[in-house]
């Protein structure tokens, strides 16, 4: 039997008490750690008063609490908060069950994510990344310049949201989007067991229904997480484009599978889930953003009755998309919604920090196009 990850993050209820049997601590003493961690926010073993001297002592020198580093924090005016964190070299963790991939790491950028905290009126949003750098490479796209460097294990996935959730001024993280660095869909095995801990009362406790997963869309794996995931969480697919034609042109991925394809897949996850889809689909100016694309989203829409997040999009440096004009962006809506397609702008949030998902990281170690990027 694989031995019990010494991350706390990683852990449930009963594999932190197999744990605590394996350093020769009382079973009992699972629940009290996961109370203090969850409950009352103290990470500092020193702190947690209720467990005897040695126990205390055992915890601090054998579970890692945090696992990653905040190595930049950046305020907007508007209250977001975006944290960049260095994760600590993989031989540290031991991957969640199912496996994770643990890919060598060459530089301080190959152990980077980000994660954002967007405040608004009633919710605290934590917006979280599943792989550091992305496999899917999307030309508009900051996060997938560099690829893949490796897949987040399940544990590194929950602290990004209990870290976020401690920062000032947080009251509760209340909402939870998988849309920073990364293709969720591509790393299951562990996106599947964080989403659980996310959403249960012995951890976060965030309803499950606030939990969105972003993909840009894998059919067979969106099949697979209706069938893993006995959860009611959204699912958002990233369409970006109207057509093939134009969906080609911005995600490599989309080589390999049709508009129609996806589409199909979606419906298969209403039909097992009940869930209605998002569709995400970021605007570029000139690129996708025409009337006569208004149009054909809106019939691709029709055949899901999938509600649509049309997001503006923050341009990248060295990228050569731009933001696109905010009359084109109102008239792109009226022609929805006069299609009575249910379409939504998403608010432009931390515009004054670097917004688009891995810019920061993009920033702090700017890395070379590879062959995916490098058309943009
Ligand atoms: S948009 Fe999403 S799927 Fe595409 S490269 Fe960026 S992180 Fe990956």
New binding site residues.
């Given amino acids: 039997m694989q031995s019990p990850s010494n991350h706390i993050f990683e852990h449930t209820p009963e594999t932190l008490a197999r744990w605590c049997e394996s350093v020769s601590m009382p079973k009992y003493r699972a629940k009290q750690i996961l109370e203090w961690v969850y409950e009352k926010g103290i990470t500092d073993p020193a702190a947690m008063t209720s467990l005897s001297k040695a126990d205390r002592d055992k915890l601090a020198s054998d579970m890692t609490f945090f696992s990653g580093e905040i190595v930049q924090r950046q305020s907007a005016t508007d209250g977001t908060e975006k944290l960049l964190i260095q994760w600590n070299d993989y031989s540290d963790a031991k991957p969640a069950a199912g496996g994770g991939v643990s890919l060598p790491l060459a530089s301080d950028a190959s152990r980077q994510t980000e994660c954002v905290m967007i405040p608004s009126e009633d919710r605290f949003t934590a917006c979280i990344s599943s792989q550091v750098g992305?496999p899917?490479?999307?030309k508009f796209?900051a996060?997938?310049l560099g690829g893949l460097d490796a897949s987040l294990s399940a544990g590194r996935i929950v602290e990004q949201v209990y870290r976020l959730g401690r920062l000032p001024g947080v009251r509760r993280i209340s909402n939870v989007v998988f849309m920073g660095?990364?293709?969720p869909l591509s790393n299951l095995s562990n996106v599947v067991p964080a989403v659980r801990t996310i959403a249960s009362l012995w951890a976060l406790g965030i309803s499950a229904r606030k939990i969105t997963i972003s993909t840009?869309g894998l059919p067979k794996a969106i099949e697979k997480l209706a069938d893993m995931l006995d959860l009611p969480v959204t699912l958002a697919l990233?369409l970006h484009a109207p057509n093939d034609e134009i969906r080609r042109t911005l995600?490599p991925w989309a080589e390999f599978t049709t508009i129609n394809d996806l589409l199909a897949a979606c419906q298969r996850w209403f039909e097992k889930t009940g869930r209605e889809i998002t569709l995400e689909y970021t605007l570029l100016r000139g690129v996708n953003d025409a009337p006569k694309h208004a149009r054909q989203l809106a019939d691709l829409a029709k055949t899901l009755r999938a509600n649509i997040n049309l997001i503006r999009y923050n341009e990248v440096e060295g990228l050569p998309f731009k933001r696109p004009v905010d009359d084109d962006v109102r008239e792109f809506q009226r022609i929805l919604r006069d299609a009575h397609v249910n379409t939504h702008i998403r608010a432009s949030r931390g515009r004054d920090i670097a917004a688009a998902?891995?810019q920061l990281r993009h920033e702090s170690a700017p890395e070379e196009p590879t062959a995916a990027a490098a058309g943009a």
Avoid: F, L, P
Wanted: charged share 5%; glycine share 26%; hydrophobic share 25%.
């Fill in positions: 992305c899917v490479g999307c796209c996060s997938g660095m990364g293709e840009v990233s995600i998902c891995g």
